[in-house]
C-alpha cells in the first residue's frame, strides 16, 4: 500500500522540486520511503513520485518507482495471485530481480499488455509510463477500492492517490463545480467520475485511462463491469449448494488476503461479515488472529462487547479499546485533512480510531465492507422487498392524483403529524416515490439528505443534477428490483463512500486496509445467485448467516444491526455548537456565494429549535464549510 502521485507537464513549468512536494503530501500513506523519477521528454516533462508502505518483499530493491524495458511504474496496491503469475511469466523466459508483486505488473504488461488486467486478483491503482508507446497508462480496481483522482487543463495532466498532491501543483486551478457539491449534499460523497474540482475527475472503476504523449488525447476504456455479470444467467443449483459453494469461494478469497510480510489483523465489529471473515481465516490459520474493535465509554449503542464474544468463541488475539465523547469529538476538526474531498459520512471518526488501534500492532488489517452490496444485509433492501411492488401495483393516474395532492399540501400544515420525528423527510419522499417507483428513485430517496426540491431552494444559481450510476436503473436491462438495487449500491455507496472512508482513515495511520468480500470471484459468482437466495423467507444476507452460523452460535449474531453510533444528532445543537456556529453564518456563507443565505440558516434555526430531523442536512453543510475552509483559502 502506498501512495502515488504525478504530471505530465506540456508547459515545462514543472521540475523535480515540484515533484518532490507533490509527493511529501502523501507521507503519512508511505512512512516508509520515498521515491520519484523526474525527465525531460521532447515535448513536455514527466514526473512520477511514490510514498512506500512496506508490506511485500521489504528489501530496498522493490522501492518505487519501478522501471522495466521502457516501462516506468508507480503502483498502489496489491496483486494477491502475483506469486501464481510469477511462475507462469518465468516459464517463459522473464527473469526478475525482486520478489515483488511491482515487478511482476511491469512484466506481465510488457508480455501480454492489457489482457495481463484480467489475471489480477487485488487492488490497484496504477499509472505506467511507456515509452515504447508514449503514453501514460492509467488504471483503477474492478470494485474501486484504490482511489485515482485526475486533472487535465491548460497542457498539464497531473493524477493521485489523494487530490491534497494534485493541489500543491502550482498550477492547479482550485474552482469548486457547484453541480457537484450539489450531488455532495444529496448523499454526502461526491460520486465518481466527478470530483470537486472542476477539470478534474475520478478514474472509473473498472477503467485503463490511455494519455498520448504526442497527440494529448486521453481514451478511457472499461475492462470489468458488474452489470455483465448480473446480466448473465442465474446459476441452477440449491439453496444448501449455494451456501457450500460460496463458503469455499470465500475462504479462497479471505486467505489471498493474507498474503504479506508484515503482521496482518482484522478489524472484527461483531457483526455477521466481519465475523465471516474473522471465523473463514480462523479455520485455515493455525496462528491467533489479531483483531481489533473500538467501542464508546458514553455509547453503549456499539457493538463491541459482541465481537469480544465472537473473539472469545474464534479464540483470536483480540484487542479492544473504549474511547471517549472527547477522543471522537477531537478528531472532528481533522477531518478535511484525511477527506480532502467533501466527505460527510461520521463513521469515518470510529475508523481512524480503530485505524490507530490497529496500527500499534500490524501493517495491514482486512475490513469486512461490501458484504451488504453483494449478499442484500441493508435495510432497504428488506423495504424494496416488501413494498415496492405493492407501490407499483397502484394505478398510475392514482399515483399521479396522489403525487399532486401531496404536492399542494405542505407537511408543515398536516395537523399532528407535522410534529412528528423526521415526519417532513419522510413526507416529501414519499411524494417522490408515489411519482416515480423506479428503482433507482427508491434507492436515492432511501439514501438522500437533501431532496431535489431542496437542492434547488438551497442554491443560489441553479445547479444541474450529474449523470451517474445512481440514475442507473437496472430494471431496464432486465434486472429484478433487488438487484438493480444492489448494483447501484455497489458502483456508489461502497466506491466512494465506504471504500474511501476505510482508504483514508487507514492510510492516514500508515496502515493498509484490504476489503476481501471485494475480490472479483465473489461478485461474479454472488451475481448470478437468484435474488431469493440472499433475501430468504424475509431474512437480509440469508447465505452469509447460514456461513457464520456453522461457527459462531445463532444466539450469539442474530440481534439488530448497530455500529459505532456517533451522535452528532444531539452534539450539534450542544457540544458542536460553537464549531457550528463558526462555519456557518452568513459571513462564512457569503465567501463562496453557492447557497441561498436564508435557506441555510433556517435549517440552522430549526435544528436548533429542536428540530433533530435536520441534523444530517447540518452536518451535510458544516462538513462542506469545513472543507472550504481547509482547501479554499
Not at 488504471?139 to 486533472?151: C, M, Q
Not at 472512508?501 to 471485494?518: C, I, N, W
Not at 441561498?596 to 430531523?613: C, H, P
Amino acid at each position: 500500500m502506498c501512495g502515488i502521485t504525478g504530471f505530465i507537464d506540456f508547459k515545462n513549468n514543472s521540475d523535480a522540486t515540484t515533484l518532490n512536494e507533490m509527493t511529501l503530501t502523501l507521507a503519512s500513506r508511505g512512512p516508509d520511503g520515498k521515491g520519484m523519477h523526474f525527465q525531460k521528454l521532447n515535448n513536455c516533462q514527466i514526473g512520477l513520485g511514490h510514498r512506500r508502505l512496506s508490506v511485500i518483499d521489504l528489501s530496498a530493491a522493490a522501492n518505487q518507482p519501478m522501471d522495466y524495458d521502457d516501462l516506468h511504474i508507480v503502483f498502489n496496491g496489491e496483486i494477491y495471485n502475483y506469486h501464481e503469475i510469477r511462475k507462469e511469466l518465468i516459464s517463459i523466459g522473464h527473469t526478475f530481480k525482486t520478489h515483488s508483486d511491482t515487478e511482476v505488473i511491469l512484466h506481465a504488461w510488457r508480455e501480454w499488455g492489457e489482457d495481463c488486467i484480467a489475471k489480477w486478483r487485488g487492488m490497484f491503482a496504477i499509472a505506467l509510463l511507456d515509452k515504447k508507446s508514449n503514453e501514460i497508462i492509467c488504471i483503477r480496481d474492478r470494485a474501486g477500492v484504490k482511489p485515482f483522482f485526475y486533472y487535465f487543463h491548460n497542457d498539464l495532466f497531473l493524477f493521485g492517490s489523494e487530490l491534497k498532491s494534485m493541489v500543491k501543483h502550482p498550477k492547479f486551478e482550485k474552482e469548486v463545480d457547484p453541480d457537484v457539491v450539489a450531488s455532495f449534499l444529496t448523499y454526502g460523497y461526491v460520486s465518481w467520475p466527478y470530483c470537486i474540482y472542476r477539470y478534474t475527475k475520478k478514474l472509473s472503476p473498472g477503467h485503463i485511462l490511455r494519455f498520448n504523449l504526442d497527440s494529448k488525447n486521453i481514451s478511457l476504456k472499461t475492462y470489468w463491469n458488474v452489470y455483465d455479470y448480473y446480466s448473465q444467467p442465474k446459476h441452477v443449483i440449491s439453496i444448501p449448494d449455494a451456501i457450500e459453494e460460496t463458503e469455499r469461494i470465500l475462504s479462497e478469497a479471505f486467505q489471498y488476503r493474507m498474503v504479506a510480510d508484515v503482521p496482518v489483523g482484522v478489524f472484527l465489529s461483531g457483526g455477521y461479515d466481519s465475523a465471516c471473515v474473522t471465523a473463514l481465516l480462523q479455520k485455515q490459520n493455525t496462528a491467533k488472529l489479531k483483531t481489533f474493535t473500538i467501542g464508546s465509554v458514553d455509547n453503549k449503542l456499539d457493538e463491541a462487547p459482541y465481537a469480544r464474544e465472537v473473539a472469545k468463541l474464534l479464540g483470536t488475539d483480540h484487542t479492544e479499546y473504549y474511547c471517549s465523547a472527547k477522543e471522537v469529538m477531537d478528531i472532528i476538526g481533522d477531518l478535511p485533512q484525511y477527506y480532502d474531498e467533501p466527505f460527510a459520512d461520521s463513521s469515518a471518526i470510529p475508523t481512524i480510531l480503530v485505524s490507530r488501534l490497529a496500527r500499534k500492532d500490524v501493517t495491514v488489517v482486512l475490513s469486512a465492507d461490501a458484504g451488504d452490496e453483494v449478499f442484500a444485509g441493508y435495510n432497504r433492501y428488506e423495504y424494496i422487498s416488501r413494498y415496492a411492488e405493492k407501490i407499483e401495483k397502484v394505478p398510475k393516474v392514482v399515483r399521479k392524483m396522489i403525487f399532486y395532492a401531496m404536492n399542494s399540501l405542505s407537511s408543515e400544515n398536516i395537523p399532528y403529524l407535522r410534529k412528528s420525528y423526521n415526519f417532513h423527510g419522510r413526507y416529501d419522499k414519499l411524494k417522490n416515490i408515489i411519482r416515480d417507483p423506479s428503482t433507482a428513485e427508491l434507492l436515492r430517496n432511501l439514501t438522500q439528505v437533501f431532496t431535489r426540491d431542496e437542492i434547488d431552494k438551497l442554491f443560489a444559481a441553479p445547479v444541474t443534477q450529474l449523470n451517474t450510476p445512481h440514475n442507473t436503473n437496472g430494471q431496464d436491462a432486465g434486472f429484478d428490483k433487488l438487484s438493480s438495487m444492489m448494483v447501484i449500491d455497489y458502483q456508489t455507496y461502497l466506491v466512494d463512500d465506504i471504500l474511501q472512508k476505510v482508504d483514508r482513515a487507514t492510510m492516514s495511520t500508515g496502515l493498509e486496509g484490504r476489503e476481501p468480500f471485494l475480490d472479483q470471484r465473489i461478485i461474479e459468482w454472488a451475481a448470478r445467485l437468484p435474488s431469493n437466495y440472499k433475501y430468504h423467507n424475509k431474512q437480509k444476507k440469508y447465505i452469509i448467516k447460514q456461513i457464520v452460523h456453522k461457527y459462531i452460535p445463532k444466539e450469539l449474531m442474530d440481534r439488530p444491526k448497530m455500529g459505532f453510533a456517533v451522535p452528532i444528532e444531539w452534539w450539534l445543537p450542544n457540544e458542536l455548537k460553537p464549531l457550528v456556529d463558526y462555519h456557518i453564518n452568513e459571513k462564512k456563507l457569503s465567501e463562496h456565494g453557492l447557497f441561498n443565505t436564508d435557506a441555510v440558516m433556517s435549517i440552522l434555526k430549526s435544528l436548533n429549535a429542536g428540530n433533530t430531523e435536520r441534523h444530517l442536512q447540518i452536518w451535510y453543510l458544516l462538513m462542506f464549510q469545513m472543507w472550504y475552509e481547509k482547501w479554499m483559502k
